[in-house]
């Protein structure tokens, strides 16, 4: 059973999170992306995408108030 060639891998968090890591860098290889995006769940990345780009707004919102209160 744990040698079958042709079984996909169940969508994990992790691997969503990374997939969205390496879009949000924008250097990630096609080939890589493609293989990424077959394993995953759409909802997965949906989650993610929307939480990274929550941290990061927050993150730019937080580096400017510090860079102005200075």
Do not use: T
Request: glycine letters at 8%.
């Amino acid at each position: 059973m744990a040698d079958e060639p042709n079984k996909v891998p169940s969508a994990s968090w992790w691997r969503s999170v990374k997939l969205v890591a390496w879009s949000f860098l924008g250097i990630r290889s096609r080939a890589g992306y493609q293989d990424d995006l077959a394993k995953v769940n759409p909802m997965h990345v949906v989650a993610v995408g929307l939480a990274g780009a929550l941290l990061l707004v927050l993150a730019l919102i937080g580096l400017a108030s510090w860079v102005v209160s200075k």
